[in-house]
């Protein structure tokens, strides 16, 4: 079975400054998908970036960029230039590729961000 | 921009009693979904949904649980008799018929037994 361990609870990172979130898995599959979502509080969760682990590049979208260690199982993000809207809990999450009619996640247990003005 | 939506926000029941939560997902979504977060723990998967019929369920959605669609917008979760270890944030996701299949999930209904 796939497991997703997030290790650090919270993390908090001044404004403008950046920050890391880790994130690691376990999966005898070789083809996947990994996530990145966010959830604000009383908000839904939202993706953030997503990883093909079949592409060796790193995904990147504006402000957020990952570290995709295939070998390591390794998936963290990194956010840059931090913002106050930033603040949320911050969920990585695995799917298996090629779902058919099921596209399950496995998440993480999460890490709560707080962006410090 | 469309989204999915869950009511109620917030329900409290006593133990033994039925509870339905509600869900609207994406109109031109295919694929439903629950999770389930008890509180500080793992967001979990209960059951996905396709073509009318459970497509996988977790160990957790046992006989207690049931999903339905009854009218081709709405997607219900009932749990016919709560437990005190039900109390947790129910959250309902749809997605699209594609390889990368996107989740999109809704606020969350918290669900507090007594």
């Known amino acids: 079975a796939q497991t997703v361990t997030q290790s650090q609870p919270e993390m908090s990172v001044q404004e403008a400054e950046t920050v890391t979130l880790s994130c690691t898995y376990d999966t005898s599959e070789s083809d996947y998908y990994l996530f990145w979502y966010k959830q604000p509080p009383s908000r839904q969760m939202i993706l953030v970036i997503r990883q093909e682990a079949y592409k060796q590049q790193n995904a990147t979208e504006n402000r957020f960029s990952v570290n995709f260690q295939k070998a390591a199982k390794s998936f963290s993000l990194k956010i840059s230039d931090s913002q106050l809207g930033d603040a949320a809990m911050y969920f990585c999450?695995?799917?298996?590729?090629?779902?058919?009619?099921?596209?399950?996640?496995?998440f993480g247990k999460g890490t709560l961000l707080t962006v410090n003005p | 921009e469309p989204e999915v939506t869950q009511t109620p926000s917030h329900q409290v029941t006593q133990m033994g009693q039925e509870v339905i939560l509600r869900c609207v997902p994406i109109?031109?979504?295919?694929?439903f979904y629950w999770y389930r977060q008890i509180l500080g723990q793992k967001v979990e998967f209960l059951v996905s949904f396709y073509n009318n019929e459970i497509s996988e369920k977790s160990e957790i959605f046992d006989d207690q649980f049931s999903v339905e669609r009854p009218d081709g917008s709405n997607f219900t979760l009932k749990i016919r008799s709560t437990k005190l270890e039900d109390s947790a944030m129910y959250f309902c996701?749809?997605?699209?018929?594609?390889?990368?299949?996107?989740?999109?999930f809704g606020e969350g209904s918290r669900l507090t037994v007594l």
């Open positions: 109109s031109n979504h295919l694929y």
């Open positions: 999450a695995y799917r298996r590729r090629g779902g058919g009619s099921n596209y399950k996640l496995t």
């Open positions: 996701a749809s997605s699209e018929m594609t390889s990368f299949g996107e989740l999109f």
